[in-house]
């Protein structure tokens, strides 16, 4: 064990910081030396020092030996994963990253609709052909759910020949699927898990958490050591059962070959955080977690939950419905920000999202209790949009992603769409889950969710029409 209390990568960085060779290399600022007052500020002296690449003691991320090796190895024990990439540009690149290791031009992979976009952009990059499952969708709570066994027992039956299921677990929300029932079936069926754990890279560390994708016998899994762990911005590791060479020939052609030792040391270093007090602090973070629940759910005209029917909940998700104070979850969104100084991580048209980690203690929770007490007063008489759910059928995309990328196209206004095949992304953000694929038929559904998605003031990104009048169909 006191080889996971060690970080070789700091540790290297340190070492070629104080042996005091004068810089004629890379970055310009040269250790700090020609830094901007302002870049001074951001980072400190010694962190400048050691904003440096490619030496000797610093290994090489795309062929790892030393450091970056031994830092990657323990990380993979930690998460019991077999092997271990670690990722500086973003959860993104780890999943594209798994989907082009794994699939190829034809092959057909099993997509809920609540994947990420960067799903789609995998698609492209590695030519497979998605199947769009249906996910359940809670009219009680307001939220997308996950993917049922059954409905992946449906999808199989029709689409033996698919490859691999491309799986979110847990959502947003914090809403786990049936993970190990979920590998079982597929492996059965010779067909590969590939698991988006962005908001899952804690679950290790506490057994009232959902079973991490690695325990539950995922083939890979990309995690977001950024969202809800210790390390910076845009750092993310790829976990892997089995042969990795092939997932680290992918993120070779993904990653930056210029990669940024910051960001390295503070995956090891959120790493070493976990392996020396992990299951304390996500202990700590769930007892915070429900007693935030008690308190929210005693203030007039707000309620939260801490179990869904046939679904495991990751605790540390604290989802607040405000239907009943004639809010919106993006107009209260608004209130708490502008006028209560409370930032939320999500809001949709009935619920603001908060994240309680490892960070938190009773006095940050105890502020944001006390910004939800008064939310009451900003009550409104209006009544809340019904919400639709995301369509319900398993479809097959009339042509992949990658094609329709490549393909002519034509804006068309949107009403004049159905029966078309899209030629972008529709993405309403947060959460950042595409409501219409590259390659889809649009259909009439599909279209009123869009609208209801305008109406209650979700941002659009992916299109080219940013008010989402016209959209991009093929030719």
Known sequence: MKKFYFAPIPNAMQKYSADGAFAFHTPGHKQ???????????????????????????????????????????AAELWHAEDCLFIINGTSCAIQAMILATLQTGDLVFVPRNSHRSVISGLILSGALPIFLPIDFSSKLKIPLNLTVET?????????????????????????????????ILHAAKMKLLVDEAHGAHLQFSEKLPISAMDAGADLAAQSTHKLLGSLTQTSMLMVRGDSAKVRRAASLLQSTSPNYLLLASLDIARLQMAQSGSEKWSAAIELSNQLRADINSIDGLKTFDAVKNFQLDLTKVTVNVEELGLTGIEAEKILRHELKIQCELSDAANLLFLVTYADTCATV?????????????????????????????????????????????????????????????TFYPPGIPI????????LEIISYIREQKNIGGRIIGTADVELNTLKVMK
């Not at 020609?34 to 951001?42: I, P, R």
């Not at 799986?167 to 979920?182: E, Q, R």
């Not at 900003?378 to 992603?401: D, F, H, N, R």
């Open 366 to 426: 105890s502020k944001l209790i006390d910004a939800l007490k008064k939310l009451p007063l900003y009550k409104q008489s209006q009544s809340i949009t019904e919400i639709l759910s995301l369509p319900a059928e398993i479809v097959l995309a009339k042509m992949s992603p990658r094609q329709a990328f490549f393909s002519e196209s034509e804006s068309v206004p949107l009403d004049k769409c159905v029966g078309k095949i899209c030629a972008e992304e529709v």
């Open 32 to 74: 700090g030396l020609g830094a901007h007052e302002l870049l001074k500020k951001l980072i400190t002296a010694e962190g400048l020092r050691q904003e440096v690449s490619l030496m000797e003691e610093l290994d090489d991320l795309h062929s790892p030996h030393s450091c970056i090796r031994n830092a990657e190895k323990f």
């Open 152 to 184: 992946l027992q449906r999808a199989i039956r029709k689409f033996p020949q698919a490859k691999a299921l491309i799986l979110t677990s847990p959502n947003y929300y914090g809403v786990a699927a049936d993970l190990p029932k979920i590998a079982e």
């Open 436 to 443: 219409l694929n590259l390659g889809e038929i649009v259909t």
